[in-house]
């Protein structure tokens, strides 16, 4: 028998959470025994699992400790956690991002330890902060104790490699990440409820799925929008997900000063997005760096068409059936149109409010899935094809087939 424990940073809408709540609901219906180890639990998660399945190491989000009960939860998590694989019997773990990955190679454990990595590391670890420097450090010294490390692109595994110092090269697996595709086209199905939102839905609209966050650089979304909403298009632009409550007020006063605020929509986290997927006449990530976002498969599954920024040679290997090279110009794949490289070297909010040509890029591939057809019409007939790789049997066995 399988004694499975999964060990995540929170509960919200993000990708690796939603990741995990799969891995959850698969290992449970093969018959296997499967916990779920969140190192924050809040009031407001999203993704939950069955109360006797669930622990959490804090109840309180990091910014609400101070510095000193931050570092003892640091200090304390690989013990917690350890204890925990030890009460279940676990056989195998997966830990899934650098916090949980680092506190599940600490824990001195014997089950099948499995990591994953699920974004471009080294435009990450830009930033030469004391966190950063202690991911770096652990792709150099503490991921020889994971019996496999898992890499969502081949992007991802070649940049932590070439550019992260990464020391341990033979224990990486590229494996994409697994969906319930039949799941997820039964969740959009549902209506949505609230009249309010669905009246929202009935002009075009565009829509953002995710933690509002520096990575995701919202702000050439709200740009883009404002120069739709100069070439008079009239559509709403829809964001579902909470975040980062900095990125959130500087999106916010963004929009305020384009004047664009009134076709602007904040919903907040929801249970299940796919059903506003569904309505939406486009995807849009406008972010500074991915993996293999989620999102664009659940986009692909729902047959809504993706616009987005080139921020990873990840997003062609989900978006396309082969491959592209996006450099200056905005490249129309099966699943929708990649843009030009919105990331110009800085993370961050941005200090001052300028303009790039890209973003001009981006609103005219926005304006194009909002005016044709086109796009949906050719996912549609190649979304069997782009889904092949993601198959949730496939996927979940390979996470568990140690070499």
Not at 280 to 299: C, K, Q, R, W
Not at 357 to 369: G, I, M, Q, S, T
Request: proline fraction near 3%; include cysteine; charge should be positive.
């Amino acid at each position: 028998m399988k004694n499975i424990v999964l060990i995540m940073p929170y509960g919200s809408v993000g990708g690796m959470e939603r990741l995990a709540l799969t891995f959850y609901n698969h290992y449970r219906s093969k018959g296997y025994n499967v916990k779920a180890i969140k190192l924050i639990k809040l009031k407001t998660d999203i993704i939950n699992f069955n109360d006797n399945d669930e622990y959490f190491l804090s109840d309180k989000d990091f910014y609400e400790l101070n510095p000193l009960k931050r570092v003892l939860f640091y200090v304390l998590a690989p013990f917690k956690i350890r204890k925990i694989l030890k009460k279940e019997n676990a056989t195998h773990s997966i830990a899934f991002g650098d916090m949980a990955n680092i506190f599940s190679s600490l824990t001195f454990t014997k089950e099948n330890k499995i990591s994953s990595i699920h974004a471009l590391k080294s435009v990450e670890l830009n930033d030469n902060n004391s966190f950063n420097k202690l991911i770096r450090f652990s792709y150099k010294k503490l991921y020889g104790a994971f019996n496999k490390v898992v890499c969502i692109s081949n992007d991802i595994k070649r940049d932590l490699i070439e550019n992260c110092g990464f020391k341990f090269p033979e224990k990486i697996e590229v494996i994409y990440n697994p969906h319930n595709v039949n799941r997820l086209v039964e969740l959009s199905e549902e209506s949505i409820d609230d009249k309010e939102e669905l009246e929202l839905f009935s002009k075009k609209t565009i829509l953002f799925i995710g933690r509002l966050s520096v990575q995701k650089s919202p702000w050439h979304l709200i740009k883009a929008f404002h120069l739709l909403q100069q070439k008079s298009v009239d559509a709403n632009l829809i964001f579902v997900g909470d975040g980062n409550m900095a990125v959130t007020n500087y999106v916010k006063e963004l929009a305020n000063k384009y004047n664009v605020i009134n076709n602007i929509h904040f919903l907040g986290r929801k249970s299940n997005p796919y059903k506003y997927l569904k309505q939406a006449n486009v995807l849009a990530l406008a972010s500074h760096y991915e993996g293999t976002p989620n999102v664009i498969v659940e986009s692909i599954a729902v047959g809504t068409p993706v616009v987005s920024s080139y921020c990873t040679d990840g997003i062609i290997e989900l978006m396309s059936l082969q491959s592209h090279d996006v450099k200056h110009d905005n490249v129309f794949v099966e699943s929708g149109i990649v843009t030009p490289n919105l990331y110009k070297g800085t993370l961050g909010i941005p200090k001052k409010d300028v303009s790039i040509p890209e973003e001009e890029k981006f609103a005219d591939a926005l304006e194009y899935a909002l005016e044709s057809t086109k796009l949906k019409d050719n996912l549609l007939n190649e979304r069997d094809k782009l889904l092949n790789k993601f198959d949730v049997e496939v996927v979940s066995e390979k996470y568990l087939n140690i070499k």
